[in-house]
């Protein structure tokens, strides 16, 4: 005889299936909410490389918005829009190179034929080779130069952020840095600097054998001691701190977008080319790769600005250590010595915890190539490299 089920008894089974059913209806919809965020690319990762610096990046949607749609996936070539995008950051960096060479060039001349105009007047009788090496030797040339090149740098900086649109706050958010990282920065800039300093001897010794020279001498400038307090306050405040919002500040953000291994030794080029002779080049250069990798590692322009200040200062320091007795440049020698060993074991340390970015197949697509279909970046790297090469000719051994 069947067993009679009572109204009580088919309600709890209705029921308990309507709860097993409610179960697997939450499971699947826990499972495709799941399927689709692993579908999604990460807008700030978007090459999935896991040598990048995240803490840099910035959404890429801006760049290429299909990248929020699930299953899309960065092909390897970028499509007309991304290169479009793309393009047009190298442009603007590019074209804040040139503004800031044409600004720092017309200013310069302008300021100086007016200095020029105003001692002659002033000294009618007295004659120009006289009246320049007045300027030189004084604080009035040393005046100009810490008038014209902040106002560049800060300008083609705010300029470039502008276009790009880049948060000025953003270059100063600092993460994981302490003094402990900022002596290991500083040891290792002494380490670079003293290899520059050896790389520039035997280029030099190559130039000198052609009658040329890769160095401007620069100690006929600010010889008077207002004039010297002057180039002290450049040389170890004002140039770091503005060249850091140029170079690591605004350029290394505008090339560093989709590759930032390019941004670094792309923003160290011109870092070096900008200085205009081939003894700056080899320093800036080496800095160069240093300061963006540093700026790339904490998120801003503070770690490279401390580090360029120290170095700086410690270069001017030598100079004139070096000019001194022979105790003094032998202590000086052995400070150096000292320091650079130092230095060159901390950058081994920092290469076993921190190193460049690497390049992912997609990102060598987003790169040299890329930036070189730039008619701006290609203006201002060729530009630059004239400039080098028309003062190496007129810089006599």
């Given amino acids: 005889m069947d067993e009679i089920i009572t109204p009580d008894e088919h309600s709890a089974e209705i029921a308990a299936l309507n709860h097993e059913i409610y179960e697997?209806?939450?499971?699947?919809?826990?499972?495709?909410?799941?399927?689709?965020?692993?579908?999604?690319?990460?807008?700030?990762?978007?090459?999935?490389?896991?040598?990048?610096?995240?803490?840099?990046?910035?959404?890429?949607?801006?760049?290429?918005?299909?990248?929020?749609?699930?299953?899309?996936?960065?092909?390897?070539?970028?499509?007309?829009?991304?290169r479009k995008k793309l393009k047009r950051l190298f442009s603007i960096g590019g074209f804040c190179l040139v503004l800031w060479f044409v600004f720092n060039l017309g200013l310069s001349l302008l300021l100086n034929d007016l200095v020029g105009e105003l001692l002659t007047a002033l000294n009618p009788d007295v004659s120009a080779q006289v009246l320049n090496g007045y300027a030189?030797?004084?604080?009035?040339?040393?005046?100009?130069?810490?008038?014209?090149?902040?106002?560049?740098?800060?300008?083609?900086?705010?300029?470039?952020?502008?276009?790009?649109?880049?948060?000025?706050?953003?270059?100063?958010?600092t993460r994981d840095f302490s003094i402990g990282k900022a002596v290991q920065y500083c040891l290792i800039g002494?380490?670079?600097?003293?290899?520059?300093?050896?790389?520039?001897?035997?280029?030099?010794?190559?130039?000198?054998?052609?009658?040329?020279?890769?160095?401007?001498?620069?100690?006929?400038?600010?010889?008077?001691?207002?004039?010297?307090?002057?180039?002290?306050?450049?040389?170890?405040?004002?140039?770091p701190v503005t060249e850091e919002l140029l170079m690591r500040g605004m350029l290394l953000r505008v090339f560093s977008r989709a590759n930032q291994r390019?941004?670094?030794?792309?923003?160290?080029?011109?870092?070096?080319?900008?200085?205009?002779?081939?003894?700056?080049?080899?320093?800036?250069?080496?800095?160069?790769?240093?300061?963006?990798?540093?700026?790339?590692?904490h998120g801003s322009v503070i770690p490279a600005v401390i580090t360029h200040i120290f170095v700086n200062c410690f270069s001017l320091l030598y100079s004139y250590l070096n000019g001194g007795s022979l105790t003094t440049q032998y202590i000086a020698m052995m400070t150096v010595f000292v320091l650079a060993v130092l230095g060159m074991a901390m950058l081994f340390a920092l290469r076993g915890s921190s190193r460049l970015p690497l390049v992912t197949p997609h990102q060598s697509r987003r790169g040299w190539t890329l930036a070189f279909s730039s008619i701006p970046f290609v203006g201002a790297f060729f530009m630059y490299l004239a400039y080098n090469f028309i003062n190496l000719f007129s810089l006599a051994a």
């Fill in 24 to 82: 697997l209806s939450r499971q699947l919809a826990e499972c495709r909410e799941s399927s689709l965020r692993q579908t999604l690319a990460d807008p700030e990762d978007p090459f999935e490389n896991p040598t990048d610096y995240r803490g840099f990046n910035r959404d890429y949607s801006d760049i290429q918005p299909l990248i929020s749609q699930p299953g899309y996936r960065l092909p390897l070539e970028p499509d007309r829009h991304e």
């Fill in 136 to 173: 030189r030797g004084t604080s009035i040339l040393a005046s100009i130069t810490v008038v014209i090149l902040p106002f560049c740098n800060i300008f083609t900086s705010l300029v470039g952020m502008k276009m790009a649109r880049i948060d000025v706050n953003s270059l100063f958010k």
């Fill in 262 to 297: 390019f941004a670094v030794f792309a923003t160290a080029m011109f870092f070096g080319l900008i200085h205009g002779n081939a003894a700056q080049f080899i320093l800036g250069f080496l800095m160069g790769i240093f300061l963006a990798h540093i700026t790339l590692r």
């Fill in 190 to 239: 002494i380490f670079i600097w003293l290899i520059s300093m050896y790389s520039y001897a035997i280029v030099g010794d190559v130039l000198a054998q052609y009658g040329r020279s890769g160095y401007v001498d620069t100690s006929d400038i600010g010889t008077t001691p207002l004039g010297f307090v002057v180039f002290l306050i450049y040389q170890c405040i004002i140039a």
